[in-house]
Nanobody, 116 residues
Framework: QVQLVESGGGLVQPGGSLRLSCAASGFTLDYYAIGWFRQAPGKEREGVSCISSSDGSTYYTDSVKGRFTISRDGAKNTVYLQMNSLKPEDTAVYYC?????????WGQGTQVTVSS
């Protein structure tokens, strides 16, 4: 069964850190481009970061540059999003997706809340 599962969300104070995980089953993540997205209440889903399947190149939206880092662990079939210096405006449900050709898979999301 093909599945993507996000984990690692939670409640953190401003300035804190979280590491989100996107774990795959039923397929090999290394062959897929992986994206992290987020959706805050009342807002559209936005792209946060992505990593290519070919050369490992990465992309970050401007609001998270220098604070978030995306990485792969092929042995664990997992992609991570390390989030540092979190701000209240980072509060959202975070989703990962995996894309290869016409195949596109989404996870169910994990809630991140940044609040004092």
């Amino acid at each position: 069964q093909v599945q993507l599962v996000e984990s690692g969300g939670g409640l953190v104070q401003p300035g804190g850190s979280l590491r989100l995980s996107c774990a795959a089953s039923g397929f090999t993540l290394d062959y897929y481009a992986i994206g992290w997205f987020r959706q805050a209440p009342g807002k559209e889903r936005e792209g946060v970061s992505c990593i290519s399947s070919s050369d490992g190149s990465t992309y970050y939206t401007d609001s998270v540059k220098g604070r978030f880092t995306i990485s792969r662990d092929g042995a664990k079939n997992t992609v991570y999003l390390q989030m540092n210096s979190l701000k209240p405006e980072d509060t959202a449900v975070y989703y990962c997706n995996a894309k290869r050709g016409v195949n596109l898979y989404w996870g169910q999301g994990t809630q991140v809340t940044v609040s004092s």
